[in-house]
């Protein structure tokens, strides 16, 4: 019997560690409750994903309705229950995820895996040190979780291309932001000393700061040239500006095209239509359909 070649690692990952690397269990409960937790591609796990979708927004939407002092006031009680009705369920979702993992503490060392204890912990600190009560605000990088949720391929598989280009034009984009840090300097400097204390201009890290505003062309207006030379120099900045913020986009747009032509060629599963397989693959690696 021809069996599937074994899978490799994409090459557009964010990380080296995956939901295939916790262990995914051989059978019984276990089995059953990894597959509505870690794979999407099930009706179970997809209502489990939208429910959790939604208690994440929710949680998000009442951490920060409760840093409005008016609010909180008035609705204190109630953020309160909501607040401890997330916690209690996103604390059961993270002992579900550690208990039908092979490998538990990897997954509570992974990324997602710290991002969920954080999301539950000040609340528990909280209670027990009123002191701490500021570290709830922490609450509110469950927004964060919302990214392992999305797996639908064309969301991640852009998502790892651009975080992929900008760590391939990394040099590049080095070299520019060297380049814009001497231009912001000298002529920072250079207005300095043609505008002086008198203009605002107290001291070069100041016409530094001017400088970097006016290349960004933000233009805050705290600091604004008086002679005819300073408003010379702040007219070629607010020009340059304009081609220098297109660089640094240039260079990924180049990059993103360069490793989209280089990735080899994909198909999708006519059975569950789920996953992008090689065109070596025999097997799908979702369902376990043969490919035609």
Not at 5 to 20: G, H, K, Y
Not at 166 to 192: C, D, E, H, P, Q
Not at 203 to 225: C, E, H, N, R
Request: net charge positive; aromatic share 10%; proline share 5%.
């Amino acid at each position: 019997m021809e069996s599937s070649p074994p899978r490799s690692r994409d090459p557009f990952s964010l990380s080296s560690t995956s939901d295939e690397d916790f262990g995914k269990p051989a059978g019984g409960w276990r089995r059953r409750l990894y597959g509505v937790i870690f794979e999407a591609d099930t009706h179970a796990g997809r209502t489990f994903d939208l429910v959790l979708i939604v208690a994440i927004l929710l949680s998000v939407l009442t951490v920060t309705l409760d840093s409005v002092q008016g609010l909180r006031q008035r609705y204190g009680g109630l953020f309160n229950v909501l607040e401890w009705s997330f916690t209690l369920l996103f604390t059961a979702e993270y002992v579900a995820r550690l208990a039908c993992v092979n490998r538990p503490l990897r997954y509570a060392r992974s990324f997602f895996g710290i991002i969920d204890l954080l999301s539950i912990l000040p609340a528990y600190l909280a209670a027990v040190a009123p002191e701490l009560h500021l570290l709830m605000d922490v609450r509110i990088l469950r927004l964060l979780r919302i990214f392992r949720i999305f797996k639908l391929t064309q969301y991640a598989q852009e998502y790892r291309m651009l975080v992929g280009a900008l760590a391939n034009s990394r040099r590049k984009i080095l070299v520019f932001l060297g380049f814009v840090l001497m231009v912001v300097l000298v002529l920072g400097t250079l207005m300095y000393l043609v505008e002086g204390p008198r203009h605002g201009f107290t001291d070069i890290p100041t016409s530094v700061y001017w400088a970097i505003t006016a290349l960004t062309t933000v233009g805050f207006g705290d600091i604004v040239p008086k002679t005819d030379a300073g408003r010379l120099i702040a007219s070629l900045m607010m020009l340059l500006g304009w081609g220098t913020l297109a660089v640094p986009t240039g260079i990924v747009t180049s990059e993103m095209t360069s490793m989209r032509l280089r990735r080899p060629p994909t198909r999708l599963c006519p059975a569950c239509g789920t996953g992008e397989e090689t065109a070596e693959a025999n097997f799908c690696r979702h369902c376990g359909v043969r490919l035609p």
